[in-house]
């Protein structure tokens, strides 16, 4: 889940706040929420203190906002999950697409605290308020796979592909739920699908190749495990390809072995 704390996530909420200079004229840390929240994402550190002398200055809101916004960049998931939430719900005149956002920072934090059942609450916040946004159903659905809810993550995933068909990720997400669940004829569907739009996505390779194996279709399997170690040589995906293949040719000498015995009798 780390990989949705980035640069682009906070400019995402950054883009929803009107532009402004950095240092007040008035002599307070900062003029506006804008510039604290540039100040976050540079030298998060910094901006936290910053931000509570700026609270003291009157700072109000915005400051606590700040705050909340440098311990997610801090990393201090425990402190930023409820400081996100106290901010979205104080700032309930702002608009449904900025208060969506922070809900959702909220989620991430609870997520990297182990605190599924947390983050699960702030992602209903967040999809109340951006029923149709593909990035936060995505997100939610990563997490409900995560906690082992795959009929959920597909609930999910179904709606992202109507609004993204294109979305090929999606299309693995929910191809990989579908596995899990056993229903690997949908499973092969998606994952034809998710090859369709990225031809070389190492982890759909696998996926496909594995369920090729699952209906005794081994020469197709060892094709996409092949594949994969060609196009991601040094991933994760390209290691259990490895596995399977040498699994695969430890299961035909022993088959050939038994074969030579039964001659020989």
């Keep these: 889940m780390n990989r949705f704390l980035n640069a682009a996530a906070l400019a995402a909420l950054m883009a929803l706040l009107p532009a402004a200079s950095a240092r007040a004229e008035d002599g307070r840390v900062f003029s506006s929420r804008t510039a604290c929240l540039a100040r976050a994402e540079a030298l998060p550190d910094f901006a936290l203190a910053e931000a509570k002398l700026w609270e ?44 969506a956002n922070l809900w959702s920072r909220a989620a991430l934090a609870w997520s990297n605290a182990r605190k599924p059942d947390a983050a699960e609450a702030a992602y209903g916040k967040a999809v109340a308020l951006t029923p149709n ?53 949908k499973a092969m569907n998606d994952v034809q699908e998710a090859l369709r739009l990225s031809p070389q996505n190492s982890e759909a390779l696998l996926l496909r190749g594995n369920l090729y194996a699952a209906k005794s279709n081994l020469a197709f399997a060892k094709r996409d495990w092949e594949t994969v170690r060609r196009v991601a040589a040094d991933s994760p995906a390209a290691q259990v390809a490895l596995e399977n293949l040498n699994a695969l040719e430890r299961a035909h000498t022993t088959q050939q072995r038994e074969l030579k015995r039964q001659r020989q009798e």
Excluded at 57 to 64: L, V
Excluded at 147 to 171: C, G, H, K, T
């Design 133 to 185: 946004d593909p990035q936060l159903l995505m997100d939610r659905a990563i997490l409900r796979a995560g906690a082992e809810r795959y009929w959920d993550a597909v609930a999910d995933l179904d709606r992202v592909i109507d609004l993204m068909p294109r979305q090929s990720e999606a299309w693995l997400l929910r191809a990989q739920a579908h596995h899990v669940l056993a229903l690997d004829a």
């Design 56 to 99: 003291r200055q009157g700072g109000a809101a915005d400051a606590r906002l700040c705050q909340a916004l440098a311990q997610l960049l801090r990393g201090e998931w425990e402190a930023a999950a409820p400081a996100l939430e106290a901010s979205a719900t104080e700032l309930a005149h702002e608009a449904a697409t900025m208060r």
